[in-house]
């Protein structure tokens, strides 16, 4: 018999209210900048939330003869060829996991359409649900499942959850459990519960090549299947661990595509994460999405110390520089279906139990406890904390109960089941008697009735994880407790609810003493103090719920994706149109960068030396009349001669526009030598300061401009001490002073305002008004001054004037202002080649993109090569 569901707390409601009025305004928000979505989430999750039976085993399968057809069994599907009287095909039944999370995606339901993508599962046949492979499916059983899952309705929820519909990943057995119970269970799963590999109670063997290979393919095979059901504007949420690889799998096949990755577990310190051989693969993946989110501040914490440690990206503001593209990085906690919880609270089947065990412990105390036997959920020290209770406070003896409820993990751990049945029979040996008992140890599983009842009978619920990322347990027991005893909850500090649940009494299950003396207290503890820990949770638990937490998901990843922080796809460079428009110019003008354009970023500046291929694109650009070749370049005139001064006609810019030489031309012009530089002086001063307190930092002193590198420092203190030191000089030196300060990579520089990279482009294209054929190349945050100078064209025009640029008044110092007429372009947009070095996503006013300095040379190459055979 259904029963009434409360209404929700007032205090739900208004949040709700707020975030659907939240969301609501961004979507319109985006909506008004052309932003296109669909109104559609796309849930990728590692299994779908069903058990599926075929009614009788393939034919295909080594078994004995078909059993009869069942016809018991609900009707949730059919097959396309089967008429509607007769067994369905496939039987479908609820899979317990995961329902904070599923409860959270049906919220939705109403205001979004939703697609629940994730594996099928193991496939079970016949009366004895024996498993069957999903390689031994006909494609009819294939299809039927489809339709079956299709069109299922959870019989766990109270009305069909419109607007969802569930969609299979098709694995190959061996990839789906090397996947899982392989990579993700043996390898990560430890890892990001702080447990490295020889820690793990069953020894689990570290990390295996075949089983990182069915992590990556399992992967790709779920990007491919969201791929295939993905429209324009749809919202991409990935689900945990199992899936770190696809938000960038999806990116690669999907470049426009709105993703947000929820990582359920916790998220390990720095530290912990180096240990993973396949660091850097998991960290690549994870950044293909626009959002990353987790539980609790600190895995956020945890996860940008890591792309810091591991990958050197660079943090930015609420999330990661990942080469120009930032992604976001926030938490937000998971919570459970309280008003659900609160209904099965009044399940007919409870109050028998409830009283039962009341009368079976009548006049003790009963401490409860429920915990997967897994090594991570400290059920030893919550058993030896239980011990030392009775040890320390010897009026407990005979007068409280622990009951224990152990269900069986994935893999079994016959290492930790004993150690805790030694552990139990122990102390049920040293304080039990014949007719006491203090320890109660069950290891199995327990349905929904045992579970509530055991929760609202006890005095209290003692939850001791090592390291978790939600725990539903003790949500549950608060709402259990609202109309019993309000007893007290003991609780680990190190799960990622315990920073909401201020008002438990938060212990660290290690320090055992401590411990103890908790429960002690909350034994004690008067009746008005537990009335106000326990209305203080409920709160907590009510209105923050699985439905708030999936509308902050949508609300996070709105506003991760506007137009502001999202980094569009930078096309490749069009090779072929590049060639047709070197050839059909007249006049070229090529203009690089040096470091990372020309040759690959070293951790030294002076090992970065060109590569013989990078000289002989340059000698031979150069040699052609028709081409003005320019290195624009942060180095100083002396290395630049040393390494590329032999190669005549090749034009020069030195430290950042500061020095100019001209093709065919030996001496340096100096654009600041009528500059006020006595400043230089001070921000050396402030350099010198920094770089004696950040070891591995040094002091570039070049003619025009200062520099502090910071690259071979610690890379979170580097990077805290580089702001340190942007703070000071923009906010003491540069309002004093004509200077600019230059955040780079790895670096601060001060340089006079007027002495940029922009400012040389503007010079040369002014003085080569005739070219037909530009190509800029540049990678740094430095380099975008070049690309902002070549935005020529206006909105709709094809044609381009120019105006006397500033620097051009700096070589003139005494032969008055510049010409003040503006000149007429030759070329034309699609004559037009300014080139990014780095990841299409990488945020640049750049034109095109190559993925790599190498790739620049190989273009140039292809360019005089393809000159010469024509």
């Known amino acids: 018999m259904a029963h009434q569901l409360p209404p929700p707390p007032p205090e739900m409601i208004r949040d709700t209210d707020q975030l659907r009025a939240t969301v609501a305004r961004l979507e319109q928000e985006h909506k008004a900048r052309g932003v296109e979505l669909s109104g559609r989430i796309v849930h990728v999750c590692h299994y779908l939330p069903v058990i599926a039976t075929l009614a009788s085993r393939p034919t295909s399968l080594l078994s004995p003869p078909k059993t009869p057809d069942i016809v018991d069994q609900p009707l949730h599907g059919l097959s396309p060829a089967q008429p509607k009287d007769k067994t369905p095909r496939w039987s479908l039944r609820h899979r317990s996991g995961h329902d904070a999370m599923f409860s ?20 079970e046949a016949g009366p004895q649900r024996e498993r069957v492979p999903a390689a031994n499916l006909s494609d009819d059983d294939r299809k039927a499942f489809e339709v079956a899952i299709g069109s299922y309705v959870d019989p766990e929820h109270d009305a069909p959850a419109k607007g969802v519909t569930y969609v299979p990943v098709w694995l190959d057995e061996k990839i789906a459990h090397g996947h899982y119970e392989g990579f993700s269970k043996s390898t990560l799963w430890p890892l990001f519960h702080y447990l490295l590999w020889q820690d793990v109670t069953h020894e689990a063997a570290p990390e295996e090549e075949s089983h990182w290979k069915a992590y990556v393919k399992a992967n790709e095979e779920y990007a491919k299947r969201v791929q295939s059901i993905l429209k324009p504007g749809d919202l991409v949420w990935v689900h945990d661990y199992h899936l770190l690889l ?49 539980q609790t501040y600190s895995y956020a914490r945890h996860f940008i110390s890591t792309c810091i440690r591991v990958c050197a990206y660079e943090s930015a503001v609420n999330g990661i520089d990942v080469d120009g593209h930032i992604v976001s990085v926030m938490h937000c906690a998971v919570g459970v279906d309280a008003a659900r919880v609160e209904r099965d609270t009044h399940r007919p089947g ?111 619920a003692l939850i001791t994880p090592l390291r978790d990322g939600m725990n539903t347990t003790s949500m549950e027991f608060v709402i259990c407790q609202e109309k019993t005893k309000k007893s007290p909850l003991v609780l680990s500090e190190f799960m990622g609810i315990s920073g909401t649940m201020k008002d438990a009494l938060q212990i660290n299950p290690w320090d055992i003493g401590g411990l103890a003396a908790a429960v002690n207290q909350g034994l004690t503890m008067s009746a008005e103090e537990k009335a106000r820990r326990q209305a203080n949770m409920h709160k907590i638990v009510t209105t923050h719920t699985s439905a708030t937490w999936a509308l902050a998901l949508v609300k996070m990843l709105l ?23 070197y050839a059909s110019a007249k006049k070229r003008l090529f203009l690089f960068d040096y470091d990372g354009t020309l040759t690959p970023i070293v951790k030294t500046p002076s090992a970065a030396v060109p590569s013989d291929a990078t000289l002989e694109a340059l000698e031979r650009l150069s040699a052609d009349p028709k081409n003005v070749v320019y290195i624009i370049s942060g180095r100083d005139t002396s290395f630049l001669m040393q390494h590329m001064g032999h190669i005549k006609n090749l034009g020069m810019s030195a430290e950042h526009g500061g020095f100019l030489r001209a093709p065919g031309v030996e001496e340096w012009t100096n654009l600041a030598e009528t500059l006020d530089m006595s400043w230089m002086a001070e921000a050396e001063e402030i350099f010198r300061y920094y770089t004696e307190r950040t070891t591995g930092s040094f002091v570039e002193i070049k003619k025009t401009s200062i520099t502090w590198h910071y690259r071979a420092t610690d890379p979170e203190w580097g990077a805290f001490q580089s702001k340190q030191c942007l703070d000071l000089l923009e906010n003491n030196l540069a309002p004093k002073r004509p200077i600019e300060v230059l955040m780079g990579k790895k670096n601060l ?48 025009s094809k044609t381009a004037t120019m105006s006397p640029p500033v620097s051009e008044e700096l070589s003139h110092p005494g032969d008055g202002p510049a010409p003040a007429e503006p000149v007429q372009l030759h070329v034309k947009p699609e004559g037009l080649f300014p080139t990014a070095v780095g990841p299409s996503t990488k945020r640049t006013l750049a034109g095109w993109h190559v993925t790599s300095a190498p790739e620049v040379v190989e273009a140039m190459l292809l360019l005089v090569n393809h000159d010469s055979s024509a």
């Open 104 to 123: 959270g995606v049906r919220s939705l339901a109403g205001d979004y359409e939703q697609v629940v993508v994730g594996w099928s599962g193991d496939f």
């Open 246 to 294: 696809l938000p960038r799998q999806l990116r690669n096949l999907s470049p426009d595509a709105y993703i947000g990755l929820f990582i359920h577990t916790p998220f390990p310190s720095s530290e912990v994460f180096r240990c993973l051989p396949r660091r850097k693969e998991i960290l690549d993946g994870i950044v293909g999405a626009n959002l990353v989110c987790f």
């Open 350 to 460: 409870i109050q028998p139990k409830l009283e039962g065990l009341l009368t079976l412990y009548e006049g003790k105390k009963i401490i409860v406890g429920r915990d997967k036997l897994d090594a991570v959920k400290g059920v030893l020290q919550k058993l030896k904390g239980f011990e030392k209770l009775l040890r320390d406070y010897p009026q407990w003896r005979g007068n409280v109960v622990l009951i224990q409820v152990t269900s069986p993990a994935l893999s079994d751990s016959p290492k930790l089941e004993r150690q805790v049945s030694e552990l139990v029979a122990h102390i049920n040996g040293e304080f039990g008697s014949l007719d006491f008992i203090p320890v109660h140890h069950y290891h199995q599983s327990i349905g929904k009735d045992e579970f509530y009842a055991l929760l609202s009978a006890a005095d209290l």
């Open 559 to 581: 506003s991760a994706i506007n137009t502001e922080n999202k980094a569009h796809a930078t096309p490749e460079l069009d090779r072929e149109l590049l060639k047709s428009q």
């Open 749 to 796: 520089e001060v340089r006079p305002v007027a002495i940029n990279k922009g400012e040389i482009v503007k010079r040369i294209v002014f003085e080569h008004p005739d070219a037909e054929f530009i190509f800029c190349a540049g990678d740094d945050k430095t380099d975008e001054d070049m690309f902002r100078a070549l935005l020529l064209f206006p909105i709709g």
